[in-house]
């Protein structure tokens, strides 16, 4: 399968604690993108990297968020100290160039109890 | 502020009863309009993109089509394995975002056998 894939595909984390999320994209894909998706919603742009470089971070993303991309391949998105309202779809997507449509993983879904 | 408008928000047909969901936009330089279909728990699945308005596209029962202020999403004699939520989503031509994709909430279609 040459698909984006994201690992893991459902976390269910205590409020307060660390979580990490990795994305796998399509191997000749040079950008990569996390987007969330709640209940109800369409998906909102969090972060953008172009190879390794981050290029953009949405205001939606807190100082509790970081992603990478180390060596242009995977990426990951760690969010620090979790809250009820981080619960939600993260989803990752990756293209080549631009104007392209985005190829989509299946998301992680991630539940703050 | 650019915004993205899908509706209806929910559509229920008949299989075989053919309708159109709706995408309106106000943005400011479109670069393109994307269609997603996105069934539960997963991640969006690409359908088409446009470019210009006139441009047409079409996909086994889907055609999708493209003006200045709205995009349609055409569903012929539909299936129940049609039923899914399709997105929209616009990609602008301004300067440093021209990679993000800017969401509506979806249309959820569901198609009685």
């Known amino acids: 399968d040459t698909g984006v894939s994201q690992d893991p595909r459902h976390k269910i984390t205590k409020r307060g604690q660390n979580v990490t999320f990795r994305c796998d994209p399509i191997s000749e894909h040079n950008r990569l993108y996390w987007y969330r998706q709640t209940l109800g919603q369409g998906p909102e742009f969090l972060t953008y990297?172009?190879?390794?470089?981050?290029?953009?971070k949405s205001r939606l993303l807190s100082d509790r968020f970081s992603a990478e991309r180390p060596k242009g391949s995977f990426s990951t998105l760690e969010i620090q100290r979790t809250e009820q309202g981080d619960s939600a779809m993260y989803l990752c997507?990756?293209?080549f160039g631009q104007g392209h449509g985005y190829t989509f993983g299946s998301g992680t879904r991630l539940t703050v109890v | 502020e650019d915004q993205v408008t899908q509706s209806p928000e929910a559509l229920r047909l008949q299989e075989g009863e053919s309708s159109s969901l709706n995408c309106s936009y106000t943005?400011?330089?479109?670069?393109?309009l994307f269609w997603y279909r996105q069934d539960p728990g997963k991640g969006p699945e690409f359908l088409f993109t446009?470019?210009?308005a006139g441009e047409e596209k079409e996909k086994e029962r889907l055609k999708a089509t493209l003006t200045k202020k709205e995009s349609f999403l055409h569903i012929t004699a539909p299936k129940p394995e049609d039923s899914a939520t399709y997105l929209c989503?616009?990609?602008?031509?301004?300067?440093?975002?021209?990679?993000?994709?800017?969401f509506g909430k979806g249309t959820l279609l569901t198609v009685n056998p």
């Open positions: 990297f172009q190879n390794e470089a981050q290029l953009e």
């Open positions: 943005v400011s330089g479109l670069r393109g």
């Open positions: 997507a990756s293209s």
């Open positions: 446009l470019y210009s």
């Open positions: 989503a616009v990609q602008l031509n301004s300067g440093g975002s021209n990679y993000k994709l800017t």
